[in-house]
């Protein structure tokens, strides 16, 4: 069948259905209802045989699940399939690194089969429907779901996210291991104020489509099946209630014809943020505003029906809404395959998927510092080495946020992983030093200190558990929390190496650590197979290739801190700028500097985006555009000579940023357009041609269109958003 006779026979078998439903019926598949627990409760077992739930989430048990599909297909008057939901966010049974370390790979395949391994290990169990990816941009490391984002950059996101549905979705929709996905949270939701969880956002509707909105857009693109809706409040309208966002965007200008999902109480919740009196109210609001199906809470199903006999809302639109939640269950093949038979799917954590694992961890991890090339170990140099830390050996921390399936018991340690690479070569001694990464007890002190006399390096394994991010897990002042500051002051001053790694779900201010510190690797989250791929660069069984996806602040009080920041009227400069230690005390008291900066901290991150270290030595050479005029239909060349000079096989992130220099609205001072993850063997020079879209210049303008604007731009090529290889290029008219 061609895809536009598919298309017909969908919307053909939806009017039959419709036809038939009563209006309760039709509410009935608006409404998301939480299961769980491996058992059918009575009011459960009632809405699902009277037609009255469509939909189901966090019921995990396979069997249960297909006693769930089984009433709802055989016992319900008109045998419509649930919807069994569920946040697989980076892994079910095997963890992937969180969506944040993910995106340090920079590697789109790599999120797409990591995707495809948690559909394929979700739907042993008869979901087919996940909450992800969140699409958010994560400018505030205080915000704990920063942990869950692709970072602070809409590119990025927007090519990861896309890669990520397609991985959940599959290639076709209703093959066995597809599962529905869901962008959210829609939207705006990464600027909650303060970095507090469910907090207020104010967004000028500009930087929200150029921003925040630009993710989502890439994911409809790549045939999303779902949105959801934010918590948040937007300039003053909470996203479930958001006409602007879920009718005029979404819908008039995207043509979106999936579904959008609530978020979890969103909609009784709009009565809390005082936009509504009362349930009732809040369930016109949400489904006058775009809400299709609501999660967890009831006010649908006890009002929507009354709405619509007072004609407040009209049945036209109930059954608009009723048809985007059928279209995608036919999508999904749900009324052909109800069932899930968990042994036609392979075992979850086999080596096939626990290699992808491993392959993105290692991928993931940053290496911000490596002095006198302290890293890789030298194992036959070597006679002791010293693991230290309350993250070294903790199979459920490093799992991080979002693992309600994930299986602690599959994870690798780092301390087991360089106990096994090392074995019989080297000496590993363990301590923890601390109970936890927020004790502050020091009685584990003198022990680890002894530890790292005894040895000749140290690995020292610090960070945040798996708590400290996540939703409603923001922190105000993100250092390394506890005594792991004193702890690592303490070991530094011994003299030795140390080996710094640190895993956390967020970007940490990391001006405070230690200059003797020899080698920082930034590991996030790692998932199962973390210990495993901190090891095999330790070891130099891979160079680490991982790069920043977010700036790392120096301090919080620079929050937000993101490299794609507008320029100012005064923009800070080596000159201008002026440490508060540097102000002559005898001084009259004059304005200093009079350029956008703070006094006490240096203007720039203490590591860019796009950052991150490898064993070789790359060398960004030259950079051309053959033709540098360019029109609106076309793409500019872009050629580039990069070369690893150094003794060691890399992949190295080649990145293509831009400044457009005038534009009827301001312009960042810098945007990525374009990255590509290379290998470079040793002594390998590489001439790399990119083709740029001129629609890649596009933007919303004052006139609030996307389009782009003739004019000069500035482009730069290099590993990091700092680098300074320049070229210029022109668009025409
Ligand atoms: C609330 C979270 O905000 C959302 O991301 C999640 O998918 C739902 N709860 C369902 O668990």
């Keep these: 069948m061609t895809e536009v006779a598919h298309i017909a026979v969908i919307e053909e ?19 998301l209802a939480s299961g769980g627990g491996g058992h059918i409760p009575e009011w459960l077992d009632e809405g699902i045989r009277r037609g009255r739930t469509g939909a189901v989430l966090n019921e995990v048990d396979v069997d249960t699940v297909n006693e769930l599909q089984r009433r709802a297909v055989e016992e ?101 291991g597809s599962i529905a996905a869901c962008a959210k949270h829609f939207a705006g939701y990464g600027a909650s104020e303060s970095g507090k969880d469910y907090n207020s956002t104010n967004i000028p509707e500009n930087e929200l489509r150029n921003v925040h909105l ?19 409040d937007l300039d003053g309208v909470p996203a479930s209630a958001n006409e602007f966002l879920l009718d005029q965007v979404l819908r008039r200008e995207w043509d979106f014809d999936g579904f959008v999902v609530s978020d979890w109480d969103s ?26 199906m609501e999660m967890a809470s009831t006010t649908y199903a006890h009002h929507l029906p009354q709405l619509v006999t007072e004609g407040r809302i009209s049945e036209e639109k109930v059954d608009g809404m009723v048809r985007n939640v059928l279209r995608t269950k036919l999508r999904l093949g749900l009324f052909e395959r109800p069932y899930v038979d968990p042994e036609s799917f392979p075992d979850w954590g086999n080596p096939t998927y626990l290699a992808d694992a491993l392959e993105t961890a ?42 309600f399936d994930g299986d602690p018991e599959l994870s690798q340690t780092p301390l087991s992983a360089i106990r096994e690479a090392l074995h019989g070569e080297v000496e590993v001694r363990y301590e923890r030093g601390l109970e936890t990464t927020r004790s502050r007890t020091r009685d584990g002190f003198p022990a680890a200190l002894d530890a790292a006399r005894a040895a000749d390096v140290v690995v020292l394994v610090l960070g945040e558990e798996s708590i400290l991010s996540g939703e409603a897990h923001c922190r105000a002042d993100i250092t390394l929390p506890g005594a792991q500051a004193a702890l690592l002051d303490e070991v530094a001053s011994l003299g ?94 004059v304005s200093i500097g009079n350029t956008s900066f703070h006094l006490d901290v240096h203007p720039s991150p203490a590591y860019p985006f796009g950052f991150g270290l490898t064993y070789g030595d790359v060398h960004y050479r030259s950079v051309s555009c053959p033709e540098p005029r360019i029109t609106p239909g076309s793409s500019l060349e872009v050629i580039i000579e990069v070369a690893n000079e150094g003794q ?56 609030m269109k996307r389009k782009a604007e003739p004019g000069r731009f500035h482009l730069w090529v290099g590993g990091h958003a700092g680098s300074t290889l320049q070229t210029e290029f022109e668009l025409l008219p």
């Excluded at 419709?18 to 608006?30: D, F, N, P, S």
């Excluded at 994911?219 to 918590?231: K, N, P, Q, Y």
């Excluded at 009732?280 to 299709?292: F, I, K, L, M, Q």
């Design 267 to 292: 909609i009784s919740q709009l009565q809390a943020h005082g936009l509504t009196e009362n349930d009732r109210e809040s369930a016109y609001e949400a489904a006058r505003a775009g809400v299709d």
């Design 13 to 31: 078998r939806i009017e039959r259905l419709l036809e038939q439903m009563t209006l309760e019926e039709k509410v009935g598949q608006l409404t």
């Design 76 to 176: 319900s008057r008109l045998g419509i399939p649930l919807l069994i939901g569920r946040d697989v966010i980076h892994g079910f049974r095997t963890v992937f690194p969180i969506p944040l370390g993910q995106a340090a790979t920079w590697n789109p395949e790599l999120v797409e089969r990591g995707a495809r391994v948690a559909a394929l290990e979700a739907s042993r169990c008869g979901i087919n429907w996940t909450f992800a990816p969140m699409l958010d941009i994560g400018r505030d490391p205080r915000w704990g779901r920063v942990a869950e984002t692709f970072g602070e950059d809409p590119h990025l996101s927007s090519v990861l996210g896309a890669a990520m549905v397609r991985g959940f979705q599959g290639g076709e929709l209703d093959a066995d």
């Design 648 to 703: 060691w096989d890399v992949e190295e992130v080649v990145q293509i940023y831009i400044r457009d220099l005038v534009g009827s609205v301001t312009r960042p001072v810098r945007e990525l357009v374009a990255f590509r993850r290379v290998s470079l063997e040793a002594g390998e020079v590489r001439h790399l041609r990119f083709d740029i879209d001129a629609k890649e210049l596009a933007f919303y303008g004052r006139d």
């Design 496 to 589: 030795k190496p140390v080996i710094l790694v640190i895993m956390a779900g967020r970007a940490l201010a990391v001006e405070a650590l230690p200059d003797s510190v020899a080698a920082i690797l930034y590991a996030w989250h790692p998932g199962t197979m973390g210990g495993p791929a901190i090891s095999d660069i330790l070891t130099g069984v891979v160079s680490p290739s991982g790069r920043l996806p977010v700036s790392l602040p120096r301090v919080g009080g620079q929050i937000p801190i993101y490299y794609a920041h507008k320029n100012t009227g005064r923009p800070p400069t080596p000159e201008t700028f002026v440490h508060i230690d540097d102000i002559d005390p005898g001084a009259p008291q």
């Design 362 to 403: 290692r991928q993931s991890i940053v290496m911000l510092r490596n002095r006198d090339e302290t890293l890789p170990l030298k194992p036959h140099e070597l006679s002791s080495l010293a693991v230290i830390g309350p993250m070294a050996d903790e199979p459920y921390e490093q799992l991080g946020t979002w693992i």
């Design 214 to 232: 630009r993710p989502f857009k890439a994911a409809l693109d790549a045939g999303v099946c779902s949105l959801m809706t934010s918590f948040s």
